[in-house]
């Protein structure tokens, strides 16, 4: 069973089709020059390792005012000129590539973010759902992950905490075709994958995104 460690791969598979690239946010390699234009299109961005999982290494950027401010777990560092900003983010990442994505509002319970795995396998010539979860990130933190603190609950029932009942269906009805239009893109791309986790980011308008999609889900 293949499996593809490098998030910029599938995000670029992703990207390659029209159909999918409208759920994708914003995302580049990481360079310096790469997140100065970042930062001046969106009001914040998360950095990420290329390859890696469990939420570690992963950063919030910001443009606030007259200051950045970087935020990994729960501490967060101000920088007063955008040359600090990146010495400083230098100084917290692990010396590997990373990307730079869009950050996206996520809608929240009980104040925490809140973000959506699926996972499907394949099984003989079909995909199947394995499980569709909720997780809503430890208070104080802006990642959701489990190994992180994060709390798993049932994908639906999130969707019905967060919005009205019709518009929740609507959501996991667009979250479950979106994945069946995702996989074949992944498939013709990278022969081989047997299973496949997508994560999901919904903000508070209900707009769907494409976070991450791993082919060694947990």
Sequence with gaps: MRQLASKWLKTKALLHHPHTAVYIPDTCLYSEEQLRMMLRRHAFVFIKPVK?????????????RREYTCTRMENTYRFNHFKA????????RIQRPYLIQQGIQLARIQGRPV??????????QNWVFRAVVARQARPGLVITNMCKGGTLMKGTK???????????????????????RC??????????????GFDYGLDPNGRVWILEVNTRPQ
């Excluded at 900003?85 to 917290?92: H, K, W």
């Excluded at 999130?158 to 009942?165: F, G, Q, T």
């Design 115 to 124: 973000d959506y795995r699926v996972k499907v396998v394949r099984e003989g």
């Design 85 to 92: 900003l990146v010495a400083g983010i230098n100084a917290l």
């Design 52 to 64: 890696g999982g469990g939420g570690n290494g992963v950063m919030r950027v910001a443009r606030e």
């Design 183 to 196: 996989i074949p893109v992944l498939e013709r791309r990278f022969p081989g994958i047997g299973q496949l």
């Design 158 to 180: 999130a969707l019905r905490m967060i919005y009205p009942r019709r518009l929740a269906i609507r959501k996991q009805r667009e979250i479950a075709d979106l994945t069946l």
